[in-house]
């Protein structure tokens, strides 16, 4: 009786510490999806207020000074602002939360930035400047950095990632984090990867690309970063990908492009679904 008792309570605490580590990474993977889909949110929104703004104030392109984007209730509003000590907006494009790049709304009349918008330039105008003097930030050729900030509440950040310039090629790496206090001053930066991986969106001839990856070294963390989510979502639909994953010491991360879900798994309990496989499809092997 003894015996059976406890084997049931070691059990017992088995199953609950499965339980809770598997509550802990469900956790992680929500708080890092929601990051990634706000990065995607700000870079969806310049991505085509840039084109609108290309296309239709081409005008006004010698006096850009920049641009952000930011996110309300309603809307995903991309601002272009002015050269100078003290810029004015030059056009605001704000699309609806549908993410149809037709339905938006174009204002060109100049006016001063809201106080929504000063904060937003004013985390932009720092990370641009702490980028032209600190050795942290690397540039590398056919590329651009983008500049993303983000607030929520009362956390400010900055997101800077790095952009192809050429097509058929998706970016992951290159990233930083950059955390302001509440008067927009800067109390942190941080090199997200380590390094810079560049891949094929399509294979040039012969089979599709379904399956793609990129390893984290410890430095870098164990789990897909904000920044690779919003970059799979940014790009995914201009490769022929299924899936990503990101490799870390004792994690795997998996993102479904088609289906845009995340998961984060043990690399034991990914070890022991490959064996099954290979069990049941030794042919395969």
């Not at 930066?189 to 891949?199: D, E, G, P, V």
């Amino acid at each position: 009786m003894a015996k059976k008792l406890y084997l049931a309570l070691v059990l017992i605490i088995c199953f609950s510490s499965v339980f809770a580590q598997r509550e802990r990474l469900d956790q992680i993977t929500d708080s890092i999806k929601s990051e990634g889909y706000a990065l995607y949110r700000s870079e969806w929104a310049s991505w085509y207020g840039t084109d609108i703004f290309l296309y239709k104030c081409a005008a006004k392109k010698s006096l850009s000074g920049g641009y952000f984007s930011y996110e309300t209730e309603r809307a995903l509003t991309n601002i272009f602002f002015s050269k100078g000590d003290n810029p004015m907006v030059l056009a605001s494009i704000t699309f609806a939360k549908d993410f149809n790049p037709g339905n938006y709304k174009l204002d060109t009349i100049p006016r001063k930035f809201d106080k929504i918008e000063q904060n937003y330039y004013a985390l932009r105008a720092a990370a641009r400047e702490r980028m032209s003097s600190d050795t942290i930030f690397k540039y590398f050729n056919n590329t651009n950095l983008n500049i993303v900030p983000l607030i929520e509440k009362d956390i400010k950040r900055v997101y800077i990632l790095t952009g192809p310039q050429v097509n058929g090629v998706v970016i992951f790496g290159n990233d930083y984090l950059v955390d302001f206090n509440d008067k927009n001053e800067i109390t942190s930066i941080k090199k997200l990867h380590r390094n810079i991986i560049s891949m094929k969106a399509k294979a040039d001839t012969g089979s599709a690309i379904t399956t793609t990856y990129h390893t984290h070294l410890p430095a870098s963390g164990d789990f897909m970063s904000a920044t690779d989510i919003c970059t799979l979502l940014l790009y995914q639909k201009l490769t022929t990908w299924k899936q990503h994953y990101v490799v870390s010491k004792n994690y795997f991360s998996i993102w479904d492009c088609d289906k845009s879900q995340f998961l984060i798994m043990t690399r034991e309990a990914m070890e022991r679904i490959n064996a099954g496989q290979k069990e049941k499809h030794p042919d395969k092997q």
